[in-house]
């Protein structure tokens, strides 16, 4: 395993959860960068609700919220229910596994949390509260230690003096920290390999110029903000060495699910050889989806496409698309970067290999 030590010091500040005094604390992202909010949770269903509005996001940073959930979903059933809690909270894990379809870190942690909750014997287990803590606190800690990994073994695939490009946000707000995609480009800025940090604006939510930007700006990196239209152009000029971008999903042969927008930057890196980066934990690879046809895609309010900041912007009466992601195929990807190791040119022999050596 690569030493991390650097990585634990540098550019490494911003938690978007915490666990403390039996609540869950979020910071509020739909408020940045204008303001950094934290909100306090103590029931399921709020948390169910701010997974589905936008105030924690990113596939990692979904699932660890989620396991918390459960502590707090098991707290209040074992109030209500006594004995009967087990059964009453398995619609509270369906609720939470269902708030955003395609961040397959989700349904990972809730199944590892219900997996839990059905090993518990009540009547040898005098704490199963206690139990469920500390499996939310070792997927949080384990995310943040994979990113670490991910950050030294990608960043050691960049050539020093490289411009890079992300989308949306995969970084330590996307997280439990550090980031996947901003934890590899943290690494190589650590390593001074990096010469400009591009990031896409990210259109509807514009998680690049709202978060990504804010992240790196924190911890005194500098950014250059595209529109999302404008990657083609930066490509074409030379500029770049990488694209690096986060995954909400891994099918089991590569294909990668990621914000709507990610595919059009594969597809124009690969015309213009620019190398394409993608950075995962494996709890993101879903071994039981074939291929990227079988992942849920989201589709959100057009509200979302129709409307900026609650402001109309499109012409009364237009209809709208909103898909939050959408599929790159395996083939254009140069890379997927996992805690496990590195997977080049990724197809479903080398993914299997990958857990195979688990
Ligand atoms: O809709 P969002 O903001 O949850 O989408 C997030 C992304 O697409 C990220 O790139 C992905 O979840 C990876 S985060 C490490």
Redesign the pocket.
């Known amino acids: 395993m690569p030493d991390t030590a650097l990585n634990s010091v540098r550019y490494d500040q911003i938690r978007p959860i915490k666990w403390e005094n039996d609540q869950l604390h979020l910071i509020d992202q739909r408020l940045l960068p204008s303001e950094l909010r934290y909100v306090s949770y103590s029931h399921v269903r709020e948390v169910t609700k701010a997974i589905t509005d936008?105030v924690v996001?990113?596939?990692?940073a979904?699932g660890i919220t989620a396991a918390y959930a459960v502590v707090l979903a098991a707290r209040d059933r074992i109030r209500q229910s006594g004995d009967n809690w087990k059964q009453a909270i398995q619609k509270d894990l369906d609720d939470l596994a269902s708030a955003?379809p395609t961040?397959v870190n989700l349904r990972w942690a809730v199944e590892r949390m219900r997996s839990l909750i059905g090993s518990i014997n009540d009547s040898l287990d005098s704490d199963p509260v206690s139990r469920l803590v500390n499996e939310a606190q070792c997927i949080h800690k384990s995310d943040i230690e994979a990113n670490y990994c991910m950050g030294e073994l990608g960043a050691a695939l960049i050539k020093s003096g490289s411009s890079v490009l992300t989308h949306?946000?995969?970084g330590a707000l996307?997280?439990g920290g550090y980031?996947?995609?901003l934890g590899v480009i943290r690494s190589a800025c650590a390593a001074d390999r990096i010469q400009s940090i591009y990031a896409n604006e990210t259109r509807p939510?514009l998680?690049g110029s709202r978060l990504t930007a804010w992240e790196l700006i924190q911890e005194g990196l500098a950014v250059t903000l595209i529109a999302d239209s404008a990657a083609a152009q930066l490509m074409q000029s030379g500029k770049l060495q990488w694209i690096i971008?986060?995954?909400?999903c891994i099918a089991a042969n590569g294909d990668v699910a990621?914000?709507i927008g990610t595919y059009s930057l594969a597809v124009l890196a690969r015309y213009h050889r620019i190398r394409f980066m993608v950075v995962?934990p494996t709890s993101t690879i879903d071994l039981n989806t074939e291929s990227g046809a079988g992942i849920p895609i989201e589709n959100r309010p057009l509200d979302e496409v129709l409307a900026c900041n609650g402001q109309p912007i499109a012409a009364s009466g237009a209809d709208a698309l909103n898909p939050?992601?959408d599929v790159t195929p395996a083939e254009l990807v140069d890379v997927i970067v996992t805690e496990k190791g590195v997977v080049q040119s990724p197809n479903a022999a080398k993914i299997t290999q990958l857990f195979d050596g688990l």
């Open positions: 936008m996001r990113g596939a990692p979904i955003r961040a949306c946000n995969a996307a997280t980031g996947t995609a939510w998680q971008v986060g995954a909400d990621n914000k995962a939050a992601f």
